[in-house]
């Protein structure tokens, strides 16, 4: 056994340690707030608005009945399932939420770091073929990403769903942002401000997440929103244009001319409600017309008199309903679209009448 020897110092050591270098210039402090700000100026970021500061605004342990957040697609595993699979998916989760509203986000950065802007468009219709309503683009910030797009087009379409839908909405927003999905679905901070605004509205609210990119009809048109967005000139912008209404069923109005409140809360529950509001938009499953827009292979033809396609105006003004009208409408039988405001509670009942299948076995 040797005893515990110090071996001599190396050669590096005795280099390093008589090697401190005499100190010619003053040590030049700096700080964070000093880097920043130069950081700040050489990106040209003295013009930029500061983000605003968001504060929990309700209990954030209170959970909204209202909203429902889908961070997946149901078929789909992976993101690079093919095309065809995806659309068919997404056509189909979208076709089963049976919405009175589709409305499609997206944000976008050149290069995923500059340019943001945000795009929303708000349609009706089936979604492989969405009628297109209006749409929204907002210029996002100048260095940015597109996932921090993505809130912005989410929160624009949130104030629209607060302004617009009622309680007789079924709203689908649909993104390609899965990040955004799971961080509402796990009431993240960041994603705090939406969720407030969403759990505000009367309407059922589900945020469905789709695959990005793979020609999903709404979503291409969010997409291309998005990037026109970005090329707004001027800070900030937000802009909005609307169309001509619902292109694909212009006497939406005509249907809703005699909403009244009072009668609306007569209606005993929610899938009347909802059956109804597709029925004034013209879009009702039970409707023939509707059927042949999403399988060619189904006849629009009424199928009480054969005379004209059976669209919702039709249906109120066909001879083979005259009867039931007359006896559930006594003598404003022929008032028209109207009628679904003016009576909802007797509308629902000639919708049991006379489509078939339509709110049949529904009870409260
Ligand atoms: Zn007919």
């Not at 909203?67 to 076709?95: F, H, Y």
């Not at 509205?201 to 793979?214: C, D, F």
């Not at 919702?312 to 028209?336: Q, S």
Request: glycine share 6%; net charge neutral; charged share 20%.
């Amino acid at each position: 056994m040797s005893a515990l020897q110090f071996r001599p110092p190396t050669q590096n050591r005795l280099l390093f340690e008589n090697a401190a270098p005499p100190r010619t210039k003053a040590l030049k402090r700096t700080n964070w707030a000093i880097e920043a700000k130069k950081n700040i100026s050489n990106l040209g970021l003295d013009d930029d608005p500061r983000k605003p500061l968001t504060h929990f605004n309700h209990p954030p342990w209170l959970d909204s009945a209202n909203v429902t957040v889908n961070d997946t697609l149901p078929g789909i595993t992976s993101k690079n399932a093919p095309e065809a699979t995806i659309i068919e998916a997404a056509v189909k989760q979208i076709r089963s939420l049976n919405p009175t509203i589709t409305i499609y986000t997206d944000g976008s950065a050149s290069a995923g770091t500059t340019n943001g802007g945000a795009g929303v468009v708000y349609t009706t219709g089936d979604p492989t073929a969405p009628d297109i309503t209006s749409k929204s683009t907002k210029k996002g910030s100048k260095h940015t990403s597109s996932f921090g797009e993505e809130p912005t087009a989410m929160e624009e379409a949130s104030d629209y769903i607060l302004q617009n839908c009622n309680a007789n909405d079924v709203v689908v927003i649909a993104t390609d942002s899965q990040s955004l999905c799971s961080s509402l679905s796990h009431h993240s901070p960041a994603s705090d401000t939406i969720r407030a605004k969403l759990a505000k509205s009367e309407a059922m609210i589900i945020v469905q997440w789709i695959p990005g990119h793979s020609n999903i009809p709404g979503n291409e048109a969010a997409d291309a929103a998005a990037k026109e967005a970005a090329l707004l000139l001027g800070p900030h912008l937000v802009k909005s244009s609307f169309f001509n209404g619902p292109g694909r069923y212009p006497k939406i109005d005509e249907a809703y001319s005699q909403l009244n409140s009072k009668k609306e809360k007569m209606i005993p529950c929610r899938s009347y409600q909802v059956e109804l509001a597709r029925l004034r938009s013209g879009y009702s499953m039970y409707l023939r017309d509707t059927q042949h827009q999403l399988d060619e292979s189904i006849d629009p033809k009424c199928p009480r008199c054969g005379a004209e396609n059976e669209t919702v105006e039709h249906w109120l003004e066909c001879p083979g309903t005259a009867e039931a009208r007359h006896r559930i409408f006594g003598p404003e039988a022929n008032l028209g679209l109207p009628l679904l405001t003016k009576h909802p509670l007797q509308a629902v009942t000639l919708a049991q009448k006379t489509l078939v299948g339509c709110l049949a076995t529904e009870s409260q």
